[in-house]
C-alpha cells in the first residue's frame, strides 16, 4: 500500500509561496528531478500501448462528484498522477503506435512548454504579450511565404504591419477552417446598401438581400469533419455542403466539380452562391492532395473562395520532393495548417493564412477594455480571445529541425509507408487500398483463397459474355467484402486487445470495389522511430490474428462461393 | 558579442535522436536545469514590466521572411529565445502588474505543463487519450457540482458515462460561449417536420420554418465581446444582440430586461424568437455580478434558454463567503467557465457546463474515421477536434490548492481591493467609480480642486431652483469629464512609460457621471504578491506621474470654471 496523502491545513503564506519562483531554483529543480524521472520511466514501460485497465476500472478511479477541500503536497499530487494518470495514459510515441496523427515529440518541445508556461503570455493584446506577438507574426510569415510565396517586398510591408494579418493561431485545425469560412461567408455577402454584411445582420438577411435561395460550400467526400462542424456554425447549414465523389485515387473529381457548380450558376428557380470551394491537401483517411490547381482555376472563375485545408499535409511543403503535389496551392484564398502533427508539436495548434493581407480586416473586431480601436492587438484578428504562445514551438522547431531536417523526416516517412506497403503486398493476406501520396496506408486483411477468388470473379465480372455470370460473380464479391469487412472490424478489436500494436480503421468508398464500402485499416506512418523491424512485427502480428479469426469465418465464406443463385 | 549559432549539416541520426528520451534523463536534465537558470533569471529581474525596447526595434528583430534552411543546435535556439523572447516578455507574474487577468501562476503549473507536453495526449478520442479521458470527465462534474449541486445520483449516474456530457473542455471562454450560444440556438428552433435543426439546415430556414422575423440574444451592456463575436459567428447576425443598460452598480438592469422580453412577444409584426439571455458573473471591466437569480426566472418564463458568462468570477464559488452573489447560477442552463483566469492556470482554457446532461447530445457529431457512432469518445461532443490534455491543470491544482486555499487566496484578492480603494479614496486625488463585488477597481486620477469643484456643480444640478445655474453647471461638469478623460489617457501612457507598474484603462458609461463616457482605470487585483505597501507605491506612483500631467491641463480647467456662458 502506498502511503495516504497528507491533507495540509492552509495558510496563505504556503500559497504565496507556491507563486514565487523560488530564490534558488532547488525547490523548483527538485520537483522537475522527480518529473523527469516519472516522464522518463513512462517512456522506457514496455506494458501495452494503452494500457490494459478497463473503462469501467478506470471510471472507478475518477469518480469523485466533489472538489476537494484541504489542500494535498506538490509530491502527493505528482504521485497521484504517476500512479493514476501517467499509468494509463496511451503511449502515442511508441514505433508500434501508428495509427494516429497524434505521435511522438521530440524531447526539447517539453523544454518550450516549460518557457511558455513560465511567461505565461496571452497572444490576445500586445500588453500581455510583447516579444511573443512579433514571434507569432515571424511565424505566420515564414508559413504564408511557404505556401504563397509572395514577393519579399510584400513580406517586408505586412509582416510586422499592425493595420493587417497574414493570418492567425488558432487552437486547431477546426478553428482554422472556421475562420476561413468565416471570411468566405463574409466575402460572399459583402456589405451594401443597407445591408451591413452577414456578422451584423446574419444569414437569413444575407440570402435575402442578395436574392439567394442557399449559399453551398463544395469540398470532396474526403473532407474532414471539421468543415461540416464549422458550416452548421456559422448557420449556412452542413445540408448544404455539397460532397463530390473522388477518383480511384481519392482526389476530388474535378469534372465532377465543373459540372456541379455550372449546375448551380444555371440554375434560376433555386438561385445558390457558392461561398467556397474546399481543396484537400492531406486527406485525413488517406493522405492524398486534391489537384488544387484545377480547383482553383474553376474556383477563379465562378468568382468565389478557395480554400484549402493543408491541416495534416501543409508541413510536407517544407521537402522539396513533395512541392509537386501542392500545385495550385499558391491560388488558395486561405490554407489551413496544424502544428501539432506533420510539425511534431505536442497538442495543439493551428494556424490559418490568407493570401490576401486584407482578407482578415473583414472579421477585425475592437472592444474598449481589451482591444481599443487603433490598436495593435493581434486579438482583433481571432476568433478566439485569450491565446497561449503556442507559437513558440513550431517557431524554436523550425529552427532546430530547420527545412532540411524535416525533409528528412518526410523523407523517412515516405520510406517507412513504401515498405510497409511492400510487405503487406508481399504477405499474401491483405491488400492494400491507397496509393499513398504522403504518408498514410490504407489495407485489409483478407486471407489468401478470398483475394484470389475474388480475383477470379473480377475476371468474370469484366469478361464474361455471359450475364448471369456475371451478376452472381458480382454478388458473391459483395457479400465475401461484406464478410471480410466483419473480419477486419474483428481483428482491430482483437489488436486493440493485444495492445501491443496499433492501427487505425475507417470505411471507405472509394476503393477497388466502390461503390461499396470497405472496412479498411489504416497506418500513419510518421514516427521516425518506426523502423523496418517493427513494421515486420506490426505485420506479422495483424497476419497471426487475421488467420486465427479467420478460422470462424471460413465456413461462410465457403457457403458465399457454394451458393449457386 | 555572442557567438555565432553554429548551423549543423541535418542527419537522420541526430534527428532520431531528438525523437527519443535519452536512455538516461542527464541530456534532458542538463536543458531542463539550464532553462530553469534562465526562467528564474527572468523571474528575478527587476527592470521594467514590458521591457524598454519599442515595437518597431522588436519588428526589426523579427522580420525574417523565410523559414531556416539549416538546423541549429538546441542550446543556442534557447540562448536565442532568452536573448530576443524573454528578455521582451511581459512580466504578466510582475505584483506590480496589476491591469489583466493574465497574471502570476504557481510554479507547480510548469510541471504539469511538462507532464502534459510528455504524454501528448489527443482528447479528441479515447484511442489517444485513456486516463486523460476521465481526469476530463471528473474534473467537469466537479465544477458541475460547484454550480448547480444537483444530487449525488445525478454524477453518480452521468460522470464517466460515454453517452452523455455534462459539460466539455474548450481552448478558452470565446469557445464556452460559443458552445452555449450554439445547443441555445438548436433548442430555440428544434427540429420539426421536414426542418432538421438549425445545423443541418441554416439560419434562414430555422427563422422561416418557425415563422420569425428575427432571433436574439439579450445581455447587459456590460457583456463580453466574445457574445457578440459567438453570435456573429452562428449567423443570427450581432445587430440582433439587445444590449440591455445596466443600473448603477454595473448589473443588468432588470426591470428592463422584464419589459423588452415583454415588448417582443407582444410584437405581432416583427415576430422573434429570444434565443436565449445571457447573464454575467463577474464583467470583465468593473468584476460584477448579474442578479442571476431574476434573470433565470424571466428566462424560465420566456421559455429560452438561460447563459451564465462566468468566466471570470466563476471559481469565486469556490469560496463560500461569495456563494451569495451567484444565488441563481443554479437556475441557468449551461455556465462557461475560464481556468486561465481565477483558477491560476497558465494560457488557455475554458470549460463550458450544461446543468442538463442531454443538451450537448444536440450539437454531437460523428466521423468515420475518428469518431464512430457508439463511440465513447469525448470529441463527439466538442467543437474544436484535436485538444490538449489542459484540464490536468486545475484537476491538479484544486488538489494541491484546495477549496480552502482558493478561499484563502479570493479573500486575499478582496483585501487588496479594498486596501487599494481606501488609499485611493484617502488620497485626494483619485475617484474610485464602481464598488466591487469581486477583484477589479474603477477609478480615475482627478486632481482634488476638479474633484471639488465637481461636487459644487453636482449640488447646484440637484438643488439650485435656477435653470441656468443648472444648466451650466451640468455643462461645466461634462466640459470637466472630458478633460478628465484626456488627462487619464495621458496618464496611461506615461504610466506604459514609465513601465514600473501596470493597470488597464476601459470607458465606462455606467458611473454617477452617466450616460458621459468616462475613462476609467482598471486594477484586476487577484496577484497574490501583491501586497499593502506595492498598492501604496502604484497608487503614490500614479498620483505623481498625474500631478506632472494635470499642470498641462490645468489653465483649460480654469478656463471652463470662468467661462459664464
Given at each position: 500500500m502506498t502511503e495516504t496523502p497528507k491533507r495540509v491545513v492552509s495558510n496563505l503564506e504556503y500559497l504565496k509561496k507556491l507563486f514565487i519562483m523560488p530564490d534558488s531554483p532547488d525547490k523548483f529543480v527538485e520537483f522537475g528531478h522527480e518529473l523527469l524521472e516519472i516522464i522518463h520511466d513512462f517512456f522506457q514501460e514496455k506494458g501495452g500501448i494503452h494500457s490494459s485497465i478497463s473503462l469501467p476500472e478506470l471510471s472507478k478511479i475518477f469518480d469523485q462528484i466533489t472538489i476537494p477541500d484541504s489542500p494535498l503536497l506538490i509530491k502527493d499530487v505528482l504521485s497521484e498522477i504517476?500512479?493514476?494518470?501517467?499509468?494509463?495514459?496511451v503511449k502515442v510515441y511508441n514505433p508500434y503506435y501508428i495509427g494516429h496523427m497524434t505521435s511522438?515529440?521530440?524531447?526539447?518541445?517539453?523544454?518550450?512548454?516549460?518557457?511558455?508556461?513560465a511567461l505565461n503570455q496571452n497572444q490576445v493584446k500586445i500588453e500581455t504579450a510583447k516579444a511573443s506577438?512579433?514571434?507569432?507574426?515571424?511565424?505566420?510569415?515564414?508559413?504564408?511565404?511557404?505556401?504563397?510565396?509572395?514577393?519579399?517586398?510584400f513580406y517586408e510591408n505586412h509582416t510586422?504591419?499592425?493595420?493587417?494579418?497574414?493570418?492567425?493561431?488558432?487552437?486547431?485545425?477546426?478553428?482554422?477552417?472556421?475562420?476561413?469560412?468565416?471570411?468566405?461567408?463574409?466575402?460572399?455577402?459583402?456589405?451594401?446598401?443597407?445591408?451591413?454584411?452577414?456578422?451584423?445582420?446574419?444569414?437569413?438577411?444575407?440570402?435575402?438581400?442578395?436574392?439567394?435561395?442557399?449559399?453551398?460550400?463544395?469540398?470532396?467526400?474526403?473532407?474532414?469533419?471539421?468543415?461540416?462542424?464549422?458550416?452548421?456554425?456559422?448557420?449556412?447549414?452542413?445540408?448544404?455542403?455539397?460532397?463530390?465523389p473522388v477518383d480511384d485515387h481519392n482526389h476530388i473529381d474535378i469534372n465532377k466539380v465543373r459540372r456541379k457548380v455550372k449546375i448551380l450558376q444555371e440554375d434560376e428557380e433555386i438561385k445558390t452562391k457558392i461561398i467556397t470551394i474546399v481543396g484537400i491537401a492531406g486527406t485525413t483517411e488517406t493522405g492524398n492532395v486534391d489537384n488544387l490547381e484545377a480547383l482553383g482555376e474553376i474556383a477563379r472563375n465562378a468568382n468565389t473562395h478557395f480554400h484549402v485545408d493543408a491541416c495534416w499535409g501543409g508541413p510536407a511543403l517544407l521537402a522539396d520532393d513533395y512541392r509537386h503535389l501542392f500545385k495550385g496551392i499558391e491560388l488558395a484564398n486561405s490554407v489551413s495548417i496544424d502544428t501539432h502533427k506533420l510539425f511534431f508539436c505536442p497538442m495543439s495548434m493551428g494556424l490559418i493564412l490568407f493570401r490576401n493581407e486584407k482578407d482578415l480586416n473583414l472579421i477585425k473586431h475592437a472592444s474598449q477594455y481589451i482591444i481599443r480601436k487603433n490598436s495593435v492587438d493581434i486579438g482583433r484578428f481571432t476568433i478566439?480571445?485569450?491565446?497561449?504562445?503556442?507559437?513558440?514551438?513550431?517557431?524554436?522547431?523550425?529552427?532546430?529541425?530547420?527545412?532540411?531536417?524535416?525533409?528528412?523526416?518526410?523523407?523517412?516517412?515516405?520510406?517507412?509507408?513504401?515498405?510497409?506497403?511492400?510487405?503487406?503486398d508481399h504477405c499474401g493476406n491483405f491488400e492494400t487500398l491507397n496509393i499513398p501520396e504522403l504518408f498514410i496506408l490504407n489495407y485489409r486483411f483478407i486471407p489468401e483463397t478470398v483475394r484470389d477468388q475474388l480475383a477470379i470473379w473480377k475476371k468474370d465480372i469484366s469478361s464474361s459474355e455471359d450475364k448471369d455470370i456475371k451478376k452472381i460473380a458480382a454478388k458473391k464479391t459483395k457479400k465475401s467484402n461484406n464478410l471480410i469487412n466483419g473480419l477486419n472490424i474483428k481483428l482491430h478489436r482483437a489488436l486493440r486487445m493485444d495492445d501491443t500494436t496499433f492501427v487505425s480503421r475507417t470505411t471507405l468508398e472509394s476503393t477497388r470495389y466502390r461503390p461499396q464500402n470497405i472496412v479498411v485499416l489504416r497506418a500513419v506512418l510518421i514516427n521516425?522511430?518506426?523502423?523496418?523491424?517493427?513494421?515486420?512485427?506490426?505485420?506479422?502480428?495483424?497476419?497471426?490474428?487475421?488467420?486465427?479469426?479467420?478460422?470462424?469465418?471460413?465456413?461462410?465464406f465457403i457457403k458465399i462461393c457454394n451458393n449457386t443463385t
Open positions: 504517476k500512479s493514476k494518470v501517467i499509468k494509463h495514459s511522438a515529440i521530440p524531447y526539447f518541445m517539453i523544454l518550450l512548454e516549460m518557457i511558455i508556461a506577438s512579433f514571434v507569432e507574426k515571424e511565424l505566420i510569415t515564414w508559413l504564408h511565404h511557404l505556401i504563397f510565396r509572395r514577393k519579399d517586398i510586422q504591419d499592425p493595420r493587417v494579418a497574414l493570418g492567425s493561431v488558432t487552437s486547431g485545425g477546426t478553428l482554422a477552417n472556421l475562420t476561413a469560412l468565416l471570411v468566405a461567408r463574409e466575402k460572399a455577402f459583402p456589405p451594401r446598401g443597407g445591408f451591413q454584411g452577414v456578422r451584423t445582420n446574419g444569414m437569413a438577411e444575407a440570402l435575402n438581400h442578395y436574392g439567394y435561395k442557399r449559399g453551398v460550400i463544395i469540398v470532396s467526400s474526403r473532407g474532414h469533419y471539421s468543415i461540416r462542424k464549422a458550416v452548421n456554425l456559422l448557420g449556412i447549414g452542413d445540408a448544404n455542403v455539397i460532397s463530390i478566439e480571445g485569450s491565446r497561449p504562445f503556442a507559437s513558440l514551438k513550431p517557431w524554436a522547431s523550425l529552427k532546430i529541425i530547420g527545412r532540411q531536417g524535416y525533409g528528412l523526416l518526410f523523407r523517412e516517412a515516405r520510406e517507412s509507408t513504401d515498405y510497409m506497403r511492400s510487405i503487406l521516425p522511430l518506426t523502423n523496418r523491424e517493427i513494421l515486420n512485427e506490426i505485420v506479422e502480428t495483424q497476419n497471426r490474428i487475421g488467420l486465427s479469426i479467420w478460422k470462424k469465418f471460413k465456413s461462410a
